[in-house]
């Protein structure tokens, strides 16, 4: 059974950095797609960040471009994602997710079928 923990979030100021983890367990292999989704108090819920765990392609939101980057480390079946220059409306429950499996290597922000339990991140002006 694939299950995912994230770790990493935390309280900063505006213009601070956070680094937040999901290790993947309960496969021999990491999912083909790997995503960062977050939620604010009374939005729903949207995508920051995906990417395909074999190849190069990622997506970002408009919101995140240039500030947040998503990684992994195959071996360690871990993905990251490293977030700089936080807003206050960064605020939020960060979701790691993944996608089974997907035909081609574009792995797009919908279908995810397996989510961990969130970490909060608190961005404060």
């Known amino acids: 059974l694939l299950q995912l923990a994230e770790s990493g979030g935390g309280s900063v100021q505006t213009g601070g950095s956070l680094l937040l983890s999901c290790v993947t367990s309960g496969l021999p292999y990491m999912p083909d797609c790997m995503g960062w989704f977050r939620q604010a108090p009374g939005k729903e819920r949207e995508a920051v960040a995906t990417m395909y765990s074999y190849g190069s392609s990622t997506y970002y939101s408009d919101s995140v471009k240039g500030r947040f980057t998503i990684s992994r480390e195959r071996v360690q079946k871990t993905t990251y994602l490293q977030m700089t220059s936080l807003r206050p409306e960064d605020n939020g429950i960060y979701y790691c997710?993944?996608?089974?499996?997907?035909?081609?290597?574009?792995?797009?922000?919908?279908?995810?079928?397996?989510w961990g339990q969130g970490t909060q991140v608190t961005v404060s002006s």
């Open positions: 997710a993944a996608r089974t499996w997907v035909v081609g290597a574009v792995c797009g922000t919908d279908q995810y079928d397996v």
